[in-house]
């Protein structure tokens, strides 16, 4: 086995977006380019020499050839010991608890989250740190410097590994683990969580569906709700993942998990429902015919968690993305404790968890997670939810609808406008940015603007500053409109808006979401200019 030192051209489009680089599959089988951007992501960390790894994935197409040339090109860089989940299987979540179990340096992640996967679809890698966390930002803007001034990558001729058993064996001076995906997983959330009263909620005769969308939490749901808890077999459905997904995007929103939102809205609907995307950071509930906003979630699971051993002693605090609506904050208030306004993603949410300064996290994009580890986590959040029905005797609808009664309904929607030509994307939020100072004041279908600004984020742990986190405008009335582009595609843009509409407790929280934000909707789309910008009136996915 010997190592050789391949020249190449550096690569140009190579910039990290908000979770790791996400590109066309076919982008990342070009000749090489993963290898690339891995060996950029060894020069942005100082090397690989003596350092140990995670590498796991979602198990999308080229999820096993990537975490072959990795393992080659980590051997080349002196690595001593990489963790692999067994035939290269690591949900997000547990691939973040094994760089924490273990006291690795960091983890390569290959997914691209809920984006659909195949050679014609996406594929994407992320790099974690020694903490467990998505790379912050000051590291992935060195990666990026690295991949546009890369000489040549490392790679080790050494046979491909055999990522089916597990065992330990060596290559040369390196050490590889192939473990069980899921056992360490399992006993953490048995750590976390009351099993014994979700045994006994499934003794009861209390039903779910888990639909796991052909993505990576199928094991996992298997082993623990149906294996570990009890819960009926069939209660996980679509639980094999697939190279492609079944043909699908394993993105649980009402629009994707279409079949499941149709199940719980029937009257054969089972007493909770639940969903998590391709690389299972993220959840969607749903209870018998009521639909939970991912940010109404959060602020129903901050209130409650004391229900669950992990928090009894109660919260440090709350932090939610920008974009997602106030209804956590609410919960902080009440409670007594901190709560923070974050950029869109997880890595903004590090520092704060490493801190102790927050306990409990969450995005509007259907993430939630804890200090537990650090990333979102979809079946940690499913798994709350369950201790908190076992102790609550309630159902679903009836907690969200005690919930509102005591703080307030946040009506909440997101409206995505898929594949705009980048150029009129940013054509808009360009015109909008420079039209922000004129707003207050301003009228627009019938709400006057209050206050507009663009979101930037100082980081109260690390003093890092970051800037056009997204433009931000608020109404009379208490309404606020927020707009950004994603982050996470690979096809022109996207375009989010975000809208928000506070009723208090004493209000009317019995409407159809749409319905309440919809003169907010009309502003927003007047002051934006954005069919006059984009030629759309209908968003093409409404969560
Ligand atoms: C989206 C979501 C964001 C989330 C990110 C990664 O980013 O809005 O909240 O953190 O995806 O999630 P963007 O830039 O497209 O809005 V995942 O589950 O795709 O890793
Ligand atoms: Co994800």
Same mark, same amino acid.
């Given at each position: 086995m ?6 190449i051209? /550096? ?5 990290p ?7 066309k599959t076919?982008?990342f089988?070009?000749?090489q ?17 003596g ?6 994935g ?5 999820n ?13 860089n002196g690595? @001593?010991?990489?963790?692999?989940g067994?035939n290269?299987?690591?949900?997000? +979540?547990?691939a973040s ?8 340096? #960091? ?8 984006n ?9 890698v992320?790099?974690n =740190? ?5 790379? +912050?930002?000051?590291? *992935?803007a ?19 590994? $055999?990522?089916t058993?597990? &065992?330990?064996?060596k ?12 056992s360490?997983?399992?006993?953490l %959330?048995?750590e976390l969580?009351d099993?014994?009263?979700i ?6 005769g209390?039903? %779910?569906?888990?639909?796991a969308?052909?993505a ?5 749901a ?6 570990r808890?009890? =819960?009926?077999? &069939?209660?996980?459905v ?7 997904f ?5 993105d649980?929103?009402?629009?994707w998990a ?6 719980m ?8 429902g ?6 299972? $950071?993220?959840? %969607? ?13 959060l ?9 669950a051993?992990?928090y009894?002693?109660g919260?440090?605090?709350i932090?939610?993305?920008? +974009? @997602?609506?106030?209804?956590? !904050?609410r ?11 974050t950029? *869109? ?5 590090g ?5 102790g ?8 994009? =259907? ?12 079946l ?7 201790n ?13 609808? !005690?919930?509102?009664a005591?703080? #307030?309904? !946040?009506y ?8 705009i ?6 054509a808009l ?11 207050? &004041? ?17 980081d +109260?742990?690390?003093?890092s500053v970051?800037?056009?986190? #997204?433009?931000?405008?608020?109404f ?23 809208l ?12 159809d ?8 909707r ?16 209908? /968003?093409d996915?409404r969560?």
């Amino acid at each position: 086995m010997t190592a050789q030192s391949v020249k190449i051209t /550096p690569f140009h489009d190579q910039k990290p977006g908000t979770s790791g680089l996400r590109k066309k599959t076919r982008d990342f089988m070009r000749p090489q380019y993963l290898e690339a951007f891995i060996q950029s992501i060894f020069n942005a960390i100082g090397g690989g020499h003596g350092k140990a790894f995670v590498i796991g994935g979602d198990g999308r197409f080229f999820n096993a050839e990537a975490i072959q040339t990795i393992v080659k090109i980590a051997t080349a860089n002196g690595a @001593t010991r990489l963790i692999i989940g067994q035939n290269g299987i690591l949900s997000t +979540p547990a691939a973040s608890h094994l760089i924490r179990k273990y006291g690795t340096d #960091g983890g390569f992640i290959l997914s691209a989250s809920h984006n659909p996967g195949g050679i014609d679809e996406d594929f994407g890698v992320k790099f974690n =740190a020694a903490n467990g966390g998505p790379a +912050p930002e000051a590291l *992935t803007a060195k990666m990026f410097n690295e991949t546009k001034a890369l000489g040549s990558y490392e790679i080790s001729d050494q046979p491909d590994i $055999d990522l089916t058993r597990i &065992g330990t064996t060596k290559i040369g001076a390196m050490q590889v683990e192939i473990v069980d995906p899921v056992s360490d997983y399992l006993a953490l %959330m048995e750590e976390l969580f009351d099993f014994n009263a979700i045994s006994a909620l499934f003794a009861g005769g209390f039903r %779910m569906c888990f639909d796991a969308m052909h993505a990576v939490t199928g094991p996992y749901a298997h082993a623990i709700l149906e294996d570990r808890l009890g =819960a009926p077999k &069939g209660t996980v459905v679509n639980g094999i993942p697939k190279e492609d997904f079944g043909k699908g995007h394993p993105d649980p929103n009402p629009i994707w998990a279409k079949t499941l939102m149709d199940l719980m809205m029937s009257d054969n609907a089972p007493d909770l429902g639940a969903a998590s995307d391709g690389d299972g $950071d993220r959840n %969607m509930i749903v209870g018998r015919g009521a639909y939970v906003t991912p940010s109404d979630s959060l602020a129903v699971l901050a209130a409650n968690a004391h229900l669950a051993p992990a928090y009894t002693k109660g919260l440090a605090g709350i932090a939610r993305s920008m +974009p @997602t609506s106030a209804a956590s !904050d609410r919960v902080a208030a009440r409670l007594g404790i901190e709560h923070f306004e974050t950029p *869109t993603g997880w890595k903004f949410f590090g520092n704060l968890l490493d801190a102790g300064r927050v306990t409990i996290c969450g995005e509007e994009s =259907a993430g939630t997670g804890s200090d537990h580890v650090r990333e979102k986590d979809g079946l940690w959040a499913v798994l709350l939810w369950l201790n908190i029905l076992a102790k609550r005797n309630l159902s679903v609808a009836q907690i969200l609808t !005690d919930h509102w009664a005591t703080y #307030g309904r !946040d009506y909440y929607s997101r409206h995505d406008f898929e594949a705009i030509e980048t150029s009129k994307a940013d054509a808009l939020v360009a015109e909008l940015s420079d039209k922000l100072p004129t707003l207050p &004041g301003q009228c627009f279908a019938g709400l006057t603007v209050t206050k507009a600004d663009e979101f930037s984020y100082h980081d +109260p742990v690390d003093g890092s500053v970051s800037t056009h986190q #997204g433009l931000r405008v608020y109404f009379d009335g208490g309404g606020r409109a927020v707009f950004r582009l994603s982050g996470t595609g690979t096809e022109g843009a996207t375009l989010r808006i975000y809208l928000e509409h506070y009723e208090p407790a004493e209000g009317d929280h019995s409407q159809d979401p749409q319905t309440a934000l919809a003169p907010l909707r009309d502003a927003a789309y007047t002051l934006s200019r954005l069919t006059e910008h984009t030629g759309r009136s209908e /968003p093409d996915v409404r969560t």
